[in-house]
């Protein structure tokens, strides 16, 4: 029987967090096994905001390099950048015409983007979940892995590719479904209210997978925590949002669950837990630099790697655009 396809990407708006980690990329390299999977770098998506183009290579290259480093085999699944397959592009304009400009400006998302800007808002803001829906139907995708934050977007996308396919009468896209892994959501470390971003200016709200031990030290020990008398440690998020953070990080570090790690800190104070946080961050993150030192010196065969990537996507993707292109109408040569 033939696999089914999981396709997933991330933004290089920013080196890897622990949040993407935990989120989705930790299981990228077990869904290997059981799907064909399509990991992206999404770097048309990241240009939405100002961005500094000597480090955005930089990050691009690193996240690349880190893809490889987290397991993902380029052997088994294809790993490539967004803007080396033209389709994405070509498909987002077309999906433009099937998308209602009311679906685009209730994204919370797009609404909290724009929140500090008064105007001049542009509208790659607005149009971004187009892009994503792009990304995922030109893949005939299956399941997409992404953490709870981006499930609004993947119900647009579903959406978008049952009007489509209900217009011409026609399956021409899979109807995608998301994959929650555990649905956690990791939040900022100096504001439990927020979710931990690669791209907040607050470089101490999160762990990016090349800090190094003495950032990982410092963040965590400057970590937000919860003011009560006496400290207790268990996980309530609406009570202890700090606190319950850190245990949610430690439980998907360890592989334990939340009852268990609450037990085994029920009686120790917050500056133990933290000890216990810094430790298994620090050894999972080491494993992970210790293969990105590696790949990071060999350019030509991360390129390599790239260059086959786009190629074979190009290759699927190329067969989406021509059912589009032949049902709408628009002449293919
Ligand atoms: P991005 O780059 O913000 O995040 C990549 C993935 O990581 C998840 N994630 C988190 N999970 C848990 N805790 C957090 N703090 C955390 N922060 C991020 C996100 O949910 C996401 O799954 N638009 C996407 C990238 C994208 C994409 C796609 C994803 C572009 N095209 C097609 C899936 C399919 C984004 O900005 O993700």
Request: proline residues 4%; glycine residues 4%.
């Amino acid at each position: 029987m033939k696999k089914s396809i999981v396709f997933s990407a991330i933004q290089p708006s920013g080196v890897i967090t622990l949040g993407n980690y935990i989120g989705v990329l930790k299981n990228w390299k077990i869904l290997q096994n059981n799907y064909n999977c399509i990991y992206c770098i999404a770097d048309m998506h990241s240009i939405t905001n100002k961005i500094n183009p000597k480090l955005f290579k930089k990050n691009i290259m690193d996240n690349v390099a880190l893809y490889l480093s987290c397991n993902i085999n380029p052997k088994k699944s294809i790993i490539f950048i967004q803007s080396h397959v033209k389709y994405h592009t070509q498909l987002c304009w077309i999906l433009n015409c099937f998308t209602y400009l009311g679906e685009l400006t209730r994204m919370t998302q797009f609404k909290s983007k724009i929140k500090n800007i008064f105007n001049k808002i542009n509208l790659g803001l607005l149009n971004y979940p187009i892009l994503m829906a792009s990304d995922i139907l030109l893949y005939q995708t299956n399941k997409v892995p992404v953490g709870k934050d981006q499930i609004q977007h993947l119900e647009l996308s579903k959406k978008i590719a049952k009007r489509f396919n209900k217009i011409y009468n026609k399956k021409i896209f899979n109807i995608p479904e998301p994959l929650l892994n555990n649905g956690n959501k990791i939040m900022s470390l100096s504001n439990p209210k927020k979710k931990m971003s690669k791209s907040d200016i607050n470089k101490n709200s999160f762990i990016s997978l090349l800090d190094d031990p003495k950032k990982i030290h410092k963040k965590i020990k400057k970590s937000f925590t919860d003011i009560d008398n006496p400290p207790k440690i268990y996980y309530d998020i609406k009570k202890k949002p700090g606190i319950s953070n850190l245990l949610l990080i430690l439980s998907n570090l360890t592989g334990k669950k939340m009852s268990i790690i609450e037990k085994e800190f029920e009686n120790q104070n917050y500056s133990y837990l933290k000890i216990n946080v810094i430790n298994y961050i620090t050894d999972t993150i080491s494993d992970i630099q210790h293969n990105f030192n590696i790949y990071k010196k060999n350019k030509d065969f991360l390129e390599y790697i790239l260059k086959y990537g786009s190629k074979k996507a190009s290759k699927y993707a190329k067969k989406t655009i021509e059912k589009v292109y032949n049902v709408i109408g628009l002449y293919y040569l």
